[in-house]
């Protein structure tokens, strides 16, 4: 997709921006590529801890796999 072409190039050009990783995460788990939207966003949480939106994505992530349990988990640590 556009989107996807757009955010690759964007990372390829900006690997530190969490921003763009957390949005190619969307891309990606929009196209069910869970696995690929797990690892940008956990990486995202990692470089940047203060931006929830990363949690986020990783509990949308969980809910696409139907472990509400892991989603909860992301949802409350978003919340701390």
């Known amino acids: 997709s556009s989107n996807e072409a757009l955010f690759s190039h964007q990372i390829r050009v900006s690997p530190e921006s969490v921003k763009t990783q957390i949005n190619y995460a969307v891309v990606l788990r929009n196209q069910h590529d869970l696995d690929g ?35 909860e988990r992301w949802l409350l640590r978003a919340l701390k």
Do not use: I, M, S
């Not at 801890?49 to 994505?57: A, D, Q, R, S, W």
């Open 37 to 71: 939207a797990e690892r940008l966003a956990r990486e995202a949480v990692v470089r940047y801890p203060p931006f929830t939106e990363g949690l986020y994505v990783l509990a949308t992530v969980a809910v696409a796999r139907n472990d509400l349990a892991a989603a």
